[in-house]
């Protein structure tokens, strides 16, 4: 079955303590089971991968490009420093999501959509849902 990949980049994991102080309560494992909700009534399966190391992520990518329908990626700061990350997905062809915490003028994932909602539980599954129909 293919599968669409999640890459929640650097410091992603922390969300819970930003999300702490404006009283939203947002952790990575709420966004991971909501995702995983979410995918389920799109019919996909997904892989997620958590690192701060763009090597890793490069990696991840490789390694499933053959099973790989579209990436969801949360760049952070690879926005304006991930150039081997954006330069895989760019090269691979592979359709992507971007999902950012803030607004980011400019971003090396620039051929991706870009989501920035106001939770960012429902910018991922923006991301998700605008993936499948680009991969549809």
């Known amino acids: 079955m293919k599968k669409v990949l999640v890459i929640h980049g650097p410091n992603i994991n922390l969300i819970g303590l ?3 102080k404006d009283g939203s309560r947002i952790t990575i494992d709420k966004i991971d089971r909501a995702i995983r ?3 389920k009534e799109l019919n996909l399966e997904l892989k997620i991968l958590r690192t701060h190391d763009e090597a890793k992520a490069v990696a991840f990518v490789q390694r499933n490009r053959k099973t790989t329908l579209g990436v969801i990626i949360s760049p ?4 304006r420093g991930g150039y081997t990350l954006s330069d895989t997905l760019h090269f691979l062809e592979i359709p992507y999501s971007v ?4 607004k980011t003028e400019k971003s090396l994932f620039n051929q991706g959509n870009h989501f920035n909602n106001a939770s960012i539980i429902d910018s991922y599954l923006d991301g998700l ?3 499948k129909h680009k991969i549809s």
């Open 18 to 20: 930003k999300s702490a």
């Open 37 to 39: 909700r979410k995918s």
């Open 76 to 79: 952070s700061s690879w926005h």
């Open 99 to 102: 999902i950012s915490l803030e």
């Open 129 to 131: 849902t605008d993936l």
